[in-house]
């Protein structure tokens, strides 16, 4: 209750224009108190008029008052302050950018909150109170502050446009129904707000459902890009599972065809070396012979010459079929050995590409 009886002081003794604690309060003749430097900066803007009224309740005065300074309001204000009690409004009180002013406050302009049609004023929270308190019975209509209060008014006849000419298609006034707009298809701008309104849903409506249907395009599209996505990773990973067991195969076939020609190959060498070594024996034993013939031609003994000889013709008759059969063989082991040689590189080309192929040394 103490908190409420203080704030009411504040308001008593707050300057209507300023809204802060008095300064120099002085009493006009309507009864309504203000800052000194507040009236007078109000009324310096009427000299031109000549007519002086009441910020709060729009009583005039001609001529311009003698404002003289409230000693008994002024010593109240000072006692009030000395409480430690200010009026100190919430600085979101003050019209900002972008905010709409009020059209009353003088000096720093404090935050419309309401626009009245009738007097085509922005009207703060304090001076809204005033209006109401001058218009008893809300015969006025109030409507959310706004700056385009001129918009709201004919610029034929200053008036309200509260009608809705269905023929033109443009808001007009009372006035507008009587001469240019008269036989045409009006209703109050209220019932054509009700039937626009109606429009209004219905494409509303249809906004919101097309909404809703490229929505679920744009899920439908989201997941085939997903599911394209998956299946290409999924590709890469067989492609690299493939390659990777192709090119392991590929080692070892080449590790395993690359012992087998080893293998081959000791094979035939050692089988050369054995045709080799029995070559080497024969060659000392028809070294040998040979000698014998040598000798045996130039024996004078003629018997001896003859049963001589012919056994070692025989002999010289096997020797040269077990040549023509070792020289088959050595053919056989060379050719049989690079045959399957060969064989197995031109295997391995199918993994070449087409432009490649084994090469051979001339």
């Known amino acids: 209750m103490a908190a409420a009886g203080d704030l009411l002081d504040q308001e008593q003794f707050s300057c209507p224009i300023c809204l802060d604690l008095l300064k120099d309060p002085v009493a006009i003749p309507c009864g309504h108190s203000y800052c000194m430097d507040c009236i007078k900066g109000c009324w310096d803007q ?41 009026a100190a409004p919430s600085a ?31 009207y703060c929270e304090t001076h809204i109170q005033v209006h109401n308190e001058i218009n008893p019975g809300k015969k006025h209509k109030l409507i959310e502050a706004t700056s385009q ?21 443009q808001c007009i006034c009372l ?31 249809r906004f919101q459902q097309r909404i809703l249907e490229r929505e679920k395009e744009l899920q439908d599209l989201r997941q085939a890009v997903e599911s394209l996505t998956r299946s290409a990773q999924a590709a890469v990973e067989d492609s690299e599972r493939i390659f990777t067991e192709l090119i392991c195969s590929i080692e070892r076939t080449r590790s395993e ?56 013709l025989s002999s010289a008759e096997c020797s040269r079929t077990q040549d023509q059969s ?14 399957r040689a060969q064989d197995q590189s031109r295997a391995l080309t199918i993994f070449l590409p087409a432009h490649t192929g084994p090469k051979h040394s001339a």
């Open 149 to 169: 209060l001129q918009q709201k008014i004919c610029s034929h006849h200053d008036k309200l446009l509260e009608v809705y000419c269905r023929t033109d298609q």
């Open 46 to 86: 009427d000299d031109h008029t000549g007519v002086y009224s009441c910020p709060q309740c729009r009583q005039t005065f001609t001529p311009r008052p003698v404002l003289g300074r409230n000693t008994i309001l002024s010593a109240m204000v000072e006692k009030l302050k000395k409480t430690g009690l200010q």
């Open 257 to 312: 065809v690359k012992q087998l020609i080893r293998d081959q190959e000791k094979a035939a060498v050692s089988q050369a070396e054995g045709v080799m070594e029995q070559l080497q024996q024969e060659i000392a034993e028809l070294r040998r012979r040979d000698a014998e013939l040598e000798q045996l031609s130039h024996t004078e003994d003629h018997i001896h010459f003859l049963q001589s000889c012919q056994a070692l």
């Open 326 to 339: 070792r020289a088959l063989t050595i053919e056989r082991c060379g050719s049989s050995t690079g045959s």
């Open 175 to 205: 006035l507008c129904t009587m001469d240019e707009h008269r036989g045409h298809d009006t209703v109050s701008s209220a019932a054509e707000r009700n039937e626009k309104q109606k429009e209004l849903g219905v494409t509303q409506r």
């Open 92 to 122: 979101h009180c003050y019209a900002g950018p972008g905010d709409v002013e009020c059209d009353v406050c003088t000096g720093r302009k404090r935050k419309a909150v309401k626009s009245c049609l009738q007097c085509l004023v922005s």
